[in-house]
């Protein structure tokens, strides 16, 4: 053992004669091929797991037999493998500090009132610790499961997870065929007013099915559910139900089975309304089908059934791999490794662990944190959208929980924690040395400042080849792909009644020419109303005569013609004034027309070194571009439908928009020369924008992007 044998405290403990309270059994299970025993505390509905070693000396107690005599006769009994006074006093506090052991004279009632007074004030502090599902304890369900086990055991069985899945592979195929009508206009669906009001009261149903199922499936196998209540998750409202005490179930699938009893209700919940949502015709049946869809899937995708946070999904996995609280023994052992490796500190001894779940832990905790932080952030962030000082203060006490407070934990364990006595200059150097050299990083070392954004192959306006005047196609005189040269006739449109009508318009001129000329000399006054009527006819006459020269399509300019339809279907089709009849494409493109999002459009103006571009069907190739035009004002169209989320582009676009231009946020558009060493690329081709602004500190950087958030979020 690394530490003494022997302890300078054991005069104080050697006389007590602990038992286990009554409200305490143990129970025998194995993990990963290693016997553990587990006391199961009933009355706080915790479970506690200790090794055998620990056991040797738990299972001696019996309220008669003194500490010192126990570990006298361990000693004896196992010579250098017993544990050392020092572990049996830290086992003692575990204990104690635990409401597991009780000492002869220790009144039960001043136990039960000291045990109320702490679990009241740890439910205080853990609502304070996580303010996004605060719990507030109702009510006792125990014997109303009880009753009803009878009506849903069948479903709780073999009989019930065959029905489970094929009511999810059904689902999972309705969704497959129907990807395209369920995604469409997501965002729009799931923040309009009626679906908020749907889920309003189907969240909470459907949650208190899945809290229903928990226990349950927790009764099923023998333990009891003491605790029923209403959760505020994100300030909503939900019920919940406290099933730890399967905890204490010897079998791994048992409690697996219990944990993954919310995410079979809710995926079977959303399965089935899929299959309704498929056959039912649009209404509110309908709505309500989405709306559980929705809830179902992506609470159970990125919250309930994920690992990283500590829900249903993260209780599944610590079972099926058997290593159970492995959240917090993952933090434990990075403490430690970092204890060992960085401060020296070799005295400390490993934590309890398979190198399988060594494994584990290096990759789960740094992972559970940034997940954690970036859900808090987000859900502050969208409770901010709606109540601005809420959500700011949700989102620093997430911070303060999930970064800062961990980090002055640590340092105070630098500075006092006795385990680091020999150490503690290393430990101070490592750390505050670490903190320095951070901020230094973050604050003095020049990093790349870029932006990135997209474009598209621009095809000018001169291209478009578009009806003057409102016709029929008679004739198309250019081929698809036919090359032809400026001013070359391309398509030529009819009117049948434009013929008649100027014929009728050049004998009405001439009429009025002709009384004109008698009037001039018999009746001045009348003359000059003819006069008027003249003109009058003149300048109609001239817009028909115009316009039958409009009915003639000529190349804009010299290109390779392209009709918006085949020259076959393009004969005979009515075309508008002003209709789109074709392009004439011009040999190479000579502009990349790009969109900038208005938080980079200072960026882009004011710090611009150089912008890099690369096309989509050749990403490994960078070109280097000028920037030859911008337009100084913010606009809300885009200039290609490629570029907005209907087209799979960055920019968000208004969900009733049918065209994909209407940017959600205002856009800079700027043209860049098309690089000359790139090859010829077709019209309207995405392309991959990149800005050099040069080098600046990476809390800079970040600090601008906060600034820029709360601007465009909260307009403060």
Wanted: aromatic share 10%; hydrophobic share 50%; proline share 6%.
């Amino acid at each position: 053992m690394a530490e003494r044998f022997l302890s300078q405290l054991w005069y104080r403990v050697e006389g007590l004669t602990p038992r286990l309270k009554v409200h305490v059994t143990v129970h025998r299970h194995r993990y990963r091929g290693e016997p553990w025993y587990v006391l199961h505390d009933h009355a706080g509905g915790r479970v506690h797991r200790f090794t055998p070693a620990a056991y040797m000396v738990i299972g001696r107690f019996d309220g008669r037999t003194s500490i010192g005599e126990i570990w006298t006769s361990l000693a004896e009994t196992y010579d250098a493998d017993a544990p050392s006074q020092d572990d049996v006093i830290q086992l003692l506090a575990t204990l104690h500090q635990n409401d597991l052991i009780r000492y002869a004279g220790t009144p039960d009632v001043a136990d039960l009132l000291e045990r109320y007074r702490k679990k009241s004030t740890e439910l205080v502090k853990q609502n304070l610790m996580n303010p996004v599902s605060i719990r507030v304890p109702l009510w006792d369900p125990d014997r109303f499961l009880s009753r009803t086990l009878p009506v849903v055991r069948p479903l709780l069985g073999w009989w019930g997870l065959a029905l489970w899945l094929v009511v999810v592979c059904w689902g999972g195929l309705v969704a497959a065929q129907n990807y395209g009508a369920l995604t469409e206009n997501l965002t729009d669906r799931l923040l309009g007013a009626r679906n908020i009001a749907i889920t309003l009261i189907s969240y909470p149903l459907l949650k208190a099915l899945h809290e229903l199922a928990h226990g349950y499936l927790t009764k099923m196998r023998g333990q009891e559910v003491r605790e029923m209540g209403i959760m505020f998750l994100v300030f909503f409202p939900v019920p919940y139900v406290d099933a730890s005490a399967a905890a204490a179930l010897r079998n791994k699938w048992h409690r697996a089975a219990v944990s993954a009893g919310g995410i079979f209700v809710e995926t079977f919940a959303a399965a089935l309304a899929l299959i309704l949502w498929a056959e039912a015709e649009a209404g509110f049946l309908r709505a309500v089908a989405f709306n559980i869809v929705m809830i179902g899937g992506l609470s159970t995708l990125f919250v309930n059934g994920n690992p990283l946070l500590k829900f249903d999904g993260y209780y599944v996995l610590a079972d099926l791999i058997e290593s159970p609280n492995f959240g917090t023994r993952a933090n434990l052992y990075w403490g430690w490794l970092i204890q060992r490796r960085l401060f020296g500190a070799k005295q400390l001894k490993e934590p309890v662990a398979t190198p399988g779940e060594r494994r584990w832990f290096l990759v789960y905790a740094p992972a559970a944190l940034v997940y954690r932080l970036s859900v808090m952030v987000g859900i502050a962030l969208f409770v901010a959208g709606k109540y601005y000082f809420a959500g700011v203060v949700l989102a620093l006490w997430s911070v303060f929980n999930a970064v800062i407070k961990p980090l002055f934990k640590h340092i105070r364990h630098v500075l006092i924690s006795p385990g680091l006595r020999k150490v503690r200059g290393r430990a101070k150097r490592w750390t505050f040395g670490s903190i320095a050299t951070l901020a230094a990083a973050l604050l003095l070392i020049p990093l790349p400042l870029r932006t990135d954004t997209e474009g598209v192959v621009w095809l000018p306006e001169a291209a478009h080849l578009r009806a003057g005047a409102p016709g029929f196609v008679a004739r198309v005189a250019a081929g698809r792909g036919a090359a032809v040269a400026e001013g070359e006739a391309l398509v030529e449109l009819a009117a049948p009644t434009l013929a008649a009508r100027i014929e009728g318009l050049r004998w009405r001129e001439e009429e009025y020419r002709r009384r004109l000329a008698v009037l001039s000399v018999s009746d001045r006054p009348r003359a000059e109303a003819a006069r008027l009527e003249l003109a009058e006819a003149t300048g109609e006459l001239a817009r028909e005569m115009a316009r039958q020269g409009d009915m003639l399509l000529t190349a804009p300019l010299a290109g390779r013609f392209e009709p918006v339809v085949p020259p076959d279907d393009l004969t005979g089709r009515f075309f508008n004034e002003g209709d789109l009849v074709g392009y004439v494409l011009p040999p190479r493109p000579e502009v990349l027309r790009i969109a900038v999002a208005q938080a980079d459009a200072a960026l882009v103006r004011e710090r611009l070194e150089g912008v890099e571009v690369r096309f989509a069907g050749a990403l490994e190739q960078r070109h280097r571009v000028l920037l030859i035009r911008a337009v100084p004002q913010a606009q809300a169209s885009l200039p290609s439908p490629v570029l907005g989320s209907r087209g799979g582009g960055r920019f968000l676009t208004a969900p009733g928009d049918e065209e994909g231009t209407a940017s959600l946020d205002p856009v800079f558009v700027y043209d860049l020369a098309m690089p000359p060493d790139a090859p010829v690329q077709p019209y309207g081709m995405r392309v991959l924008v990149r800005f050099d602004h040069g080098l600046e500190p990476a809390a800079f950087q970040a600090w601008r992007r906060v600034r820029q958030l709360f601007l465009e979020r909260f307009n403060a």
